[in-house]
């Protein structure tokens, strides 16, 4: 109990006895001290002023949050305090009154306010291939493995930056996955510098735990390889002022990707351009529609000023997702093409490659997903270069945001058919950020 409540309190008790005793001297003879003792008002008042004594020395016998203290949370509540009323205590029992203070712990009285937010996210699965299962050099095998694990660090730096680091246990390998920094720079200017997914498309934002199906489409597999095109740079981002969601993005890249870039000079720069629009067609419908550009040197000539490689992508989704009926149905269709042309000298023929993949998702419960995918690689394709279509079906059970179970049925048609079947379980731990739209 604060002082300021104990002073308020003595006066009131004070201000009742003198009005007690003005109201008897004005319409009764005198009273004796013995009449005084025995009114109703005077006892009442002073068993109240007993019972705040022996509270307040309880309560300074022993700290706050202590069995047998009296108060066993410091953010309780007096009797006959409102809500509104309780102030937000910090670690001690201070209220500051500031919702910064939901970073201290009440349990062990340690500040959280300088740790950034932390999160791990795992990957077990077991797969099964009707072929490659006598070669130990497989990248994928018949088996039980770990297939990721990604450690991530979060945080608000000070007031103008905010920080993300993510790594990667893959492979009895560790490594740095993502590191950048996001800056406001005005009211519709923001900057991101580091390593990083670029925004090229859809798919290549997605880390591994949320892709969509399992495996990454084939498309983006065969052009940028398996980690997608993670580069180091700078991306500049503005949201144009129209009647929808619209953002326009320019990266200037390091241009380390091995499939399409990988020059060997110091100045070989890539330069990236990114549109993303979106609309809400009803309450319960949207519609994106995204598109992508990205040119840079190669060394497929060791450097020659001819060496350039290009890729162009388009991508568009459908989202219907009830606002009030039907809370637990959503449909997602996503439809997304890739091209790239690579430059590779006056005595070779250029490489050209591309494709396209569809997809559908639906969630028919609350828990429960059936999704279906067609990947096809083999547009514009160059001579030497294998067409491919894949057939993908898989069912999930989701039992909460932070744990999902995926059995995913795959049929390749390549050189040689190929059967799939993979079973994966998906947890995450912590705090973790939200996914993108």
Not at 121 to 128: A, E, I, K, M, V
Request: glycine share 8%; charged share 20%; hydrophobic share 35%.
């Amino acid at each position: 109990m604060s002082l300021m409540r104990i002073i308020a309190l003595c006066w009131l008790f004070t201000a009742g006895v003198t009005g007690a005793q003005a109201q008897d001297h004005s319409k009764q003879p005198p009273s004796t001290p013995s009449a005084l003792e025995e009114s109703s008002e005077y006892i009442e008042l002073k068993e109240r002023v007993k019972r705040m004594e022996r509270r307040i020395k309880k309560m300074e016998g022993q700290p706050l949050g202590t069995p047998g203290s009296g108060i066993t949370d410091p953010t309780a509540a007096f009797p006959g305090t409102s809500p509104s009323q309780v102030p937000v205590t910090a670690s001690g029992g201070r209220a500051t009154g500031s919702s910064a203070d939901s970073a201290f712990s009440t349990a062990t009285g340690l500040s959280r306010t300088f740790n950034p937010a932390i999160s791990v996210n795992g990957l077990f699965q077991g797969t099964y291939r009707s072929r490659e299962n006598n070669n130990p050099n497989a990248e994928v095998k018949t088996g039980l493995n770990v297939q990721e694990i990604e450690l991530q660090f979060s945080a608000n730096v000070d007031k103008w930056l905010r920080a993300n680091i993510r790594f990667t246990f893959e492979d009895d390998e560790f490594e740095l996955e993502e590191a950048f920094v996001d800056v406001l720079l005005m009211n519709r200017l923001a900057l991101r510098a580091g390593q990083f997914y670029t925004h090229f498309g859809k798919h290549n934002l997605l880390h591994t735990h949320q892709f969509p199906f399992i495996d990454a489409p084939l498309v983006n597999q065969e052009i940028f390889g398996g980690e997608g095109l993670l580069e180091e740079g700078a991306s500049l981002s503005y949201l144009v002022p129209v009647p929808w969601y619209s953002e326009l993005i320019f990266e200037f890249l390091e241009g380390g990707n091995e499939n399409i870039f990988n020059a060997p000079l110091n100045d070989d720069f890539a330069y990236l351009f990114h549109t993303k629009n979106l609309w809400d067609l009803d309450e319960d419908t949207t519609l994106e529609v995204g598109g992508s550009y990205v040119t840079g040197r190669n060394g497929t000539t060791g450097g020659a000023e001819h060496s350039q490689s290009q890729a162009a992508g388009a991508n568009l989704t459908v989202k219907w997702k009830p606002a009030q009926r039907l809370r637990y149905q959503t449909l997602v269709w996503q439809t997304e093409y890739l091209g790239a042309w690579q430059e590779t000298g006056p005595a070779t023929p250029d490489e050209n490659k591309g494709g396209i993949y569809s997809y559908l998702q639906y969630q028919f419960q609350e828990r429960w997903w059936l999704q279906g995918r067609y990947d096809y690689f083999g547009l514009h394709r160059s001579a030497g270069i294998n067409e491919k279509h894949r057939y993908s079906a898989l069912v999930g059970y989701v039992p909460s945001e932070f744990s999902g179970l995926r059995l995913q049925y795959s049929f390749l048609d390549d050189l040689r058919d190929e059967h799939q079947l993979i079973l994966q379980l998906n947890f995450s731990l912590g705090s973790h950020p939200a996914h993108l739209y």
